[in-house]
T-cell receptor, first 111, second 113 residues
């Protein structure tokens, strides 16, 4: 089954802790994206990558980091520098001339 | 930069009625306008999209219209069904690629049986 998988579905972070959200796709897509979703707001772009070993900041990159060592994988680390990390995080991938496919999301809560 | 507004924020309709959601955008260079449906606890899914060289596009019960002069586009759902209940997002982009998407804040549609 082709698709994009995010894990975990729910994640709890203590103050001052870094956490990493996983995103894997087997669609052979070159481009991958991370979005943050807050209640009553649209999706906001955190980081994106159009090719392996290259990524760019989106609109709200502060407090986040990413890597793109493999085409299939684009993990997002929420660092302790992110002051308000509680949100729903969505990963997406896109191929040449395809729509954007989204994962099922990870809900991150600070405890 | 691009700014996308979306109205209404919530919409309730009776099953079988039509629903209309409207979006406006600010950047006249935008030329790609997708609509996404997001069910509770899931990621958004593309339901229809339109490019700026087309004024209207239809797919069964769903249609999108675009007015480039006025910089607004609308989603029309006819013969609504309970499974249409979800949050709908519009987006505008100067290209098809995700890094350029600016999303509207979303509309929560409830279809009442």
């Amino acid at each position: 089954d082709g698709g994009i998988t995010q894990s975990p579905k729910y994640l709890f972070r203590k103050e001052g802790q870094n956490v990493t959200l996983s995103c894997e796709q087997n669609l052979n897509h070159d481009a991958m994206y991370w979005y943050r979703q807050d209640p009553g707001q649209g999706l906001r772009l955190i980081y994106y990558s159009q090719i392996v070993n290259d990524f760019q900041k989106g609109d709200i990159a502060e407090g986040y980091s990413v890597s793109r060592e493999k085409k299939e994988s684009f993990p997002l680390t929420v660092t302790s520098a992110q002051k308000n990390p509680t949100a729903f995080y969505l990963c997406a991938s896109m191929g040449w001339n395809t729509e954007a496919f989204f994962g099922q999301g990870t809900r991150l809560t600070v405890v | 930069g691009e700014n996308v507004e979306q109205h209404p924020s919530t919409l309730s309709v009776q099953e079988g009625d039509s629903a209309v959601i409207k979006c406006t955008y600010s950047d006249s260079a935008s030329n790609y306008f997708p609509w996404y449906k997001q069910e509770l606890g899931k990621g958004p899914q593309l339901i229809i999209d339109i490019r700026s060289n087309v004024g209207e596009k239809k797919d069964q019960r769903i249609a999108v219209t675009l007015n480039k002069t006025a910089k607004h586009f609308s989603l029309h759902i006819t013969e609504t069904q309970p499974e249409d209940s979800a949050v709908y997002f519009c987006a505008a982009s100067i290209s098809r690629y995700g890094q350029n998407f600016v999303f509207g804040p979303g509309t929560r549609l409830s279809v009442l049986p």
